[in-house]
């Protein structure tokens, strides 16, 4: 039997030393010794290949994809959403170790349940209350919590009922600095011709106006700025779908499709909206400026706009590409990848908790009886058709956070450098992928120690498999061959999962916790803004959110921001692999890493000292090591 197995043996390889030979021949089984057993290392170079390939069959029947999506409350299943963790027989159950009350995360757990049942009783109060509000001042009556957002600090009723709190210079700034930051285009004349916006934004009734404008703001106009590369977009065209409309109009919301303009102020080196069309593609929606009359229309087309913001905020930036994403990482990895491969190691921690927190979410938070159904847009089903839709035509490679950048032409833009997004989320990706690079270039010596890493390769055809995680343009080409190119893919998975879900996690308190800062509908047809009908504040103050849509607003934002959650923290992050003494340098590449990203906290945290709107959601001390919430 011995001899049996030393015959059988895959070759051993220990990755910082040296390396068995396949099928070694020892005729003295007394004297055999099998090599060491590495707590990491690469498939082709696992001795103990068999007893790894059984463990990763059991997990193959743990975890597995479900595509017909099903949420609480709600019927049918929705189906083309990126699929979820599949229930299996006996237990119908997710595994122990992924579940929220486990003993390791039960603090937090009992943090999510307390703040749930508050919220309830938030609600309870709420309805026994009447339903609308006579004031914007209103809303602010409604935060019972010591810490209102710092949006509306020293705000005075006066100021707050006339909407000084979203002056041009703070829209602006939410647009570099909010939590859909990622959106922002940098207009080129090409730009503008491909999305026909001279027709769209009728160029020639508002071009003298845009001139005008940008005339007294910055002495310039219009090409000169567009030449200049100092003009920006936001389009949020995705919104204009009828059936995502008449279900929020079934339901007493409305919602709008808009595109906006942006101008950089050079002299200040702050962002400017200069026009915005609430439906881009109706023709008897009008254009407004600043200098639309009168003044209120001006508010309330920034209001249409946040508002569309903010859900798609929600729906896709968060929701689909972090938590539905992520969730097809997390399955797929568990699947494909063995607990001693390098990558798992890398990407497990950072999928702590995100297939029980999407479980509740499918049970709660989407539910027929949730906060989405009954206070953004047109619902829950409404909304996860509008990703459907979106999930189809999505491709991954073109969407991570460096490649975004580039899509929207603002990577390399050296003008808006209060583009705090931007600025932060670099330097923390150059962190991140020299320490992934670092790890991944011990294991990954050659192109042929990625060729003959089958579980790799098994990994990536799971996650793009119309049978598996359906997700498009993972990579470029069929197979990985390069380094950098694994280095970038797992890099960019982890920034996703951490870096990005917390921007729209932590920002929620600070953008929605004021409900008319970011509504999560408005009550009023915007087909029925047109030319001639003037804007008043009644109009506005009666299309905002009513009482109980706004208490569940309040509650579910606080509790989503929450970032006190005593888990780890991006930083302190532990790896399986810094435990493996047979590992030199493992601890010190950890240690380096933590140190730099550790300076840069340092450094937002000095910045942030000397603005108005402190911009931490990037602040590598205060990201969540992985979906908590």
Same mark, same amino acid.
């Given at each position: 039997?011995?001899?049996?197995?030393?015959?059988?043996?895959?070759?051993?390889?220990?990755?910082?030393?040296?390396?068995?030979?396949?099928?070694?021949?020892?005729?003295?089984?007394?004297?055999?010794?099998?090599?060491?057993?590495?707590?990491?290392?690469?498939?082709?170079?696992?001795?103990?290949?068999?007893?790894?390939?059984?463990?990763?069959?059991?997990?193959?029947?743990?975890?597995?994809?479900?595509?017909?999506?099903?949420?609480?409350?709600?019927?049918?299943?929705?189906?083309?959403?990126?699929?979820?963790?599949?229930?299996?027989?006996?237990?119908?159950?997710?595994?122990?170790?992924?579940?929220?009350?486990?003993?390791?995360?039960?603090?937090?757990?009992?943090?999510?349940?307390?703040?749930?049942?508050?919220?309830?009783?938030?609600?309870?109060?709420?309805?026994?209350?009447?339903?609308?509000?006579?004031?914007?001042?209103?809303?602010?009556?409604?935060?019972?919590?010591?810490?209102?957002?710092?949006?509306?600090?020293?705000?005075?009723?006066?100021?707050?009922?006339?909407?000084?709190?979203?002056?041009?210079?703070?829209?602006?700034?939410?647009?570099?600095?909010?939590?859909?930051?990622?959106?922002?285009?940098?207009?080129?004349?090409?730009?503008?011709?491909?999305?026909?916006?001279?027709?769209?934004?009728?160029?020639?009734?508002?071009?003298?106006?845009?001139?005008?404008?940008?005339?007294?703001?910055?002495?310039?106009?219009?090409?000169?700025?567009?030449?200049?590369?100092?003009?920006?977009?936001?389009?949020?065209?995705?919104?204009?779908?009828?059936?995502?409309?008449?279900?929020?109009?079934?339901?007493?919301?409305?919602?709008?499709?808009?595109?906006?303009?942006?101008?950089?102020?050079?002299?200040?080196?702050?962002?400017?909206?200069?026009?915005?069309?609430?439906?881009?593609?109706?023709?008897?929606?009008?254009?407004?400026?600043?200098?639309?009359?009168?003044?209120?229309?001006?508010?309330?087309?920034?209001?249409?706009?946040?508002?569309?913001?903010?859900?798609?905020?929600?729906?896709?930036?968060?929701?689909?590409?972090?938590? *539905? $994403?992520?969730?097809?990482?997390?399955? %797929?990895?568990?699947?494909? /990848? !063995?607990?001693?491969? #390098? =990558?798992?190691? &890398? @990407?497990?921690?950072?999928?702590? *908790? $995100?297939?029980?927190?999407?479980?509740? %979410?499918?049970?709660?938070? /989407? !539910?027929?009886?949730? #906060? =989405?159904?009954? &206070? @953004?847009?047109?619902?829950?089903?409404?909304?996860?058709?509008?990703?459907?839709?979106?999930?189809?035509?999505?491709?991954?490679?073109?969407?991570?956070?460096?490649?975004? @950048?580039?899509?929207?032409?603002?990577?390399?833009?050296?003008?808006?450098?209060?583009?705090?997004?931007?600025?932060?989320?670099?330097?923390?990706?150059?962190?991140?992928?020299?320490?992934?690079?670092?790890?991944?270039?011990?294991?990954?010596?050659?192109?042929?120690?990625?060729?003959?890493?089958?579980?790799?390769?098994?990994?990536?055809?799971?996650?793009?498999?119309?049978?598996?995680?359906?997700?498009?343009?993972?990579?470029?080409?069929?197979?990985?061959?390069?380094?950098?190119?694994?280095?970038?893919?797992?890099?960019?998975?982890?920034?996703?999962?951490?870096?990005?879900?917390?921007?729209?996690?932590?920002?929620?308190?600070?953008?929605?916790?004021?409900?008319?800062?970011?509504?999560?509908?408005?009550?009023?047809?915007?087909?029925?803004?047109?030319?001639?009908?003037?804007?008043?504040?009644?109009?506005?103050?009666?299309?905002?959110?009513?009482?109980?849509?706004?208490?569940?607003?309040?509650?579910?934002?606080?509790?989503?921001?929450?970032?006190?959650?005593?888990?780890?923290?991006?930083?302190?992050?532990?790896?399986?692999?810094?435990?493996?003494?047979?590992?030199?340098?493992?601890?010190?590449?950890?240690?380096?890493?933590?140190?730099?990203?550790?300076?840069?906290?340092?450094?937002?945290?000095?910045?942030?000292?000397?603005?108005?709107?402190?911009?931490?959601?990037?602040?590598?001390?205060?990201?969540?090591?992985?979906?908590?919430?």
């Amino acid at each position: 039997m011995a001899n049996f197995l030393i015959y059988d043996g895959a070759s051993t390889y220990n990755p910082f030393d040296y390396e068995y030979p396949i099928n070694k021949i020892n005729n003295n089984p007394k004297t055999f010794k099998f090599p060491p057993k590495h707590s990491v290392c690469l498939p082709q170079k696992d001795h103990f290949i068999v007893e790894r390939q059984l463990a990763l069959e059991t997990k193959q029947y743990t975890y597995n994809f479900e595509h017909n999506v099903r949420v609480a409350g709600f019927d049918t299943p929705v189906v083309g959403l990126p699929p979820c963790f599949k229930y299996m027989a006996p237990t119908y159950e997710l595994p122990k170790c992924e579940q929220l009350m486990n003993p390791s995360f039960a603090a937090h757990g009992f943090s999510l349940l307390f703040s749930d049942f508050q919220a309830k009783i938030n609600n309870y109060l709420t309805n026994k209350k009447s339903e609308y509000f006579g004031s914007v001042s209103e809303y602010l009556k409604m935060i019972m919590l010591p810490n209102p957002p710092k949006l509306i600090e020293n705000q005075t009723i006066e100021s707050l009922n006339k909407f000084e709190w979203l002056n041009d210079k703070e829209f602006g700034r939410q647009r570099l600095q909010g939590l859909n930051a990622g959106q922002l285009i940098r207009l080129t004349n090409e730009k503008v011709q491909e999305l026909d916006l001279f027709n769209k934004l009728k160029f020639e009734k508002m071009l003298p106006t845009f001139n005008m404008i940008l005339s007294s703001e910055v002495n310039s106009n219009f090409q000169k700025m567009l030449d200049n590369g100092n003009l920006y977009m936001v389009d949020y065209s995705i919104f204009d779908d009828v059936n995502y409309y008449e279900s929020a109009k079934k339901r007493g919301r409305y919602i709008s499709s808009p595109i906006a303009l942006f101008y950089i102020n050079e002299n200040d080196e702050k962002l400017y909206p200069l026009c915005i069309k609430i439906l881009q593609n109706d023709e008897l929606s009008p254009v407004f400026t600043p200098a639309s009359n009168p003044p209120e229309s001006w508010i309330f087309a920034k209001l249409w706009f946040q508002s569309a913001d903010g859900q798609h905020m929600e729906f896709f930036t968060h929701l689909y590409e972090c938590h *539905l $994403l992520g969730e097809v990482f997390t399955i %797929a990895t568990h699947r494909q /990848l !063995s607990t001693s491969h #390098p =990558i798992y190691q &890398l @990407l497990h921690p950072h999928f702590d *908790l $995100l297939l029980d927190i999407n479980h509740r %979410a499918r049970g709660n938070l /989407l !539910s027929s009886f949730g #906060p =989405i159904e009954s &206070l @953004l847009g047109g619902g829950s089903i409404a909304a996860l058709h509008l990703i459907v839709k979106y999930h189809k035509n999505f491709i991954w490679r073109d969407n991570t956070f460096l490649n975004r @950048l580039k899509k929207n032409n603002t990577l390399n833009d050296n003008k808006n450098r209060k583009y705090y997004f931007k600025e932060d989320g670099i330097e923390i990706y150059k962190n991140l992928f020299g320490f992934v690079q670092d790890v991944l270039s011990k294991f990954y010596t050659s192109k042929e120690d990625i060729e003959r890493d089958f579980e790799l390769h098994s990994w990536v055809d799971e996650i793009t498999s119309e049978h598996g995680g359906t997700i498009k343009g993972l990579i470029e080409g069929e197979k990985l061959v390069e380094l950098t190119q694994v280095v970038e893919l797992v890099t960019d998975i982890i920034f996703r999962v951490t870096v990005e879900h917390s921007i729209g996690n932590h920002g929620q308190w600070d953008m929605f916790g004021f409900t008319p800062n970011v509504p999560g509908a408005l009550y009023m047809d915007p087909h029925k803004i047109i030319e001639g009908i003037p804007t008043t504040f009644e109009m506005i103050i009666n299309s905002l959110p009513p009482k109980k849509e706004t208490q569940d607003q309040i509650a579910i934002t606080h509790l989503l921001a929450n970032t006190d959650t005593g888990l780890p923290t991006f930083i302190s992050t532990i790896y399986e692999f810094e435990k493996d003494q047979s590992a030199p340098n493992f601890k010190d590449i950890c240690s380096s890493y933590r140190s730099k990203m550790e300076h840069l906290s340092t450094i937002i945290e000095n910045r942030n000292k000397n603005v108005n709107m402190p911009y931490s959601y990037m602040d590598p001390s205060k990201i969540c090591g992985s979906i908590y919430i």
